[in-house]
Every structure is written in C-alpha cells, then in structure tokens.
C-alpha cells in the first residue's frame, strides 16, 4: 500500500465549480500534513497546511481527520489559474522532516 | 524572490557521461537537504538526504555510487548523476531545510528543478 494515496483524477471542472480532493495516509504516526500545488515541470510550492481543527484560506479549505487517516482540499469558486496538479504530503515525526507525497491529483478549470 | 537557487534548470546530455547539479541555499544556511527524482504524471521521490559535512543518506534502492551527493557546505549540496543512461532521464528537485527560527518552525524551500534528459 502506498504511504500516501490520492484521487487519481484527471478533474475538469468548470470556472466557477466547486471541486474536494481526498487523501488517505497508512503511516498512524504521520504529524504533519499539506498540500502543494505543482505547475508542469516545476517545483511545488506550498499550498497550506492541514491542521486537526480544519484550516480555510481564501477559496481553499483543507480538513484532517486522523481517526481515518484522510485529508481533503476543497476549492471553491475554481478559476483558470486554479488548474494545476494538487498534491497530498505527509511528514513524519521526528526531526528528520521527510517529507512524503502523494502522487497528485490534475485539476483543469475550464473556461 | 527564490530561496534556494538549483542549477542548471535543463540538461541534455549523451549516455556515460556525468550530469551535475547545484543546489544552493540564497538567504539561510541548510545543514540538511534533500533530493528528488519525479517521473512523468507521477509523485516526487525522494532519493537521499544531504547532510552537510558528512555521509548522504540514500532511500532505498538509490544507488549511492551512481548519484553522488556533496554536501561540502552549508549552503551547498551537489547532485552528480555518473554515467548517465536514458532510463536516468527525470525531473530532478532538491529541497533545503531552514531551522533559522528553530525546529519548530522550520520552512522547506524547494529549488525549481533540474529537467535531465539522456540521449
């Protein structure tokens, strides 16, 4: 089983939309979680971090839920900008920061 | 602007020969960074963790004698790919560890990505 396991998409939603991706983590001892964000043939860059309480910024909301081993990333009112790949990374405890990724959901906001 | 600088952003090379790639820290020292490998629609993979002024430490089937990782400095790790083969051709990240505010509050800064390509 992978470490970390993401929809496997392709998404394409409309401006506009409302779109959720989901995430589920094996590892129980997995502390911190985010989502970043990586254009084609770029670096990812860090979307937000996923806290317990849930956490909203903007038009993005991000949820953990440690009993399941999910988190989820909701984007509301896409635009075009919005399309990129979206991926899941969990960090193991310790000082050792690994982080690990899930391998990405493509969203394509369509005009 | 960017953080950590990785160089160069493309290389084609011919097969057996050696790729190198910086990557440095601009603004903060990096006493670990680390690097990634990330093949078409699939997710980074981390290869091996630079630890400046001593011995890389390398994922899992990485073999260590084929990238070789210099941590020499502490705001600059090296990635050489020796003898490079098609099947070695990917996108290439390094990543590099701010602990300026603490442990608690360390920051990830990615480079922007080498694209290699072995002919």
């Known amino acids: 089983r992978k470490e970390v396991e993401q929809d496997p998409g392709p998404f394409n939603v409309p401006e506009g939309a409302t779109v959720a991706f989901n995430c589920t983590y094996s590892?129980?001892?997995?502390?911190?979680f985010f989502w970043y964000r990586q254009d084609c043939r770029k670096e990812p860059k860090l979307l937000m971090s996923?806290?317990?309480s849930g956490n909203e910024d903007g038009r993005f909301t991000a949820q953990l839920n440690r009993a399941s081993q999910y988190i989820s990333l909701l984007i509301r009112d896409s635009k075009l900008s919005d399309s990129a790949t979206y991926l899941c990374?969990?960090?193991?405890?310790?000082?050792?920061?690994?982080?690990?990724f899930g391998e990405g959901t493509q969203l394509t906001v369509n005009p | 602007g960017a953080v950590v600088s990785q160089h160069p952003s493309r290389v084609i090379c011919k097969s057996g020969t050696s790729v190198k790639i910086e990557c440095r820290s601009l603004?903060?020292?990096?006493?670990?960074m680390f690097w990634y490998r990330q093949f078409p629609k699939q997710s980074l993979m981390l290869m091996a963790t630079?630890?400046?002024?001593?011995?890389?430490?390398?994922e899992q089937g990485v073999e260590k004698d084929k990238f070789l990782i210099n941590h020499a400095s502490l705001t600059l790790s090296t990635l050489t790919v020796t003898s490079a083969h098609p099947e070695d051709s990917s996108f290439y990240i390094c990543?590099?560890?701010?602990?300026?505010?603490?442990?608690?509050?360390?920051?990830?800064?990615f480079g922007s990505g080498t694209q290699l390509s072995v002919l």
């Open positions: 990543s590099a560890r701010d602990r300026t505010g603490g442990i608690t509050n360390e920051k990830l800064f």
């Open positions: 590892n129980s001892a997995s502390q911190s």
């Open positions: 996923v806290y317990s």
């Open positions: 990374v969990v960090k193991q405890g310790g000082s050792g920061s690994r982080l690990t």
């Open positions: 603004d903060f020292q990096a006493t670990t």
């Open positions: 630079s630890n400046e002024g001593s011995k890389a430490t390398y």
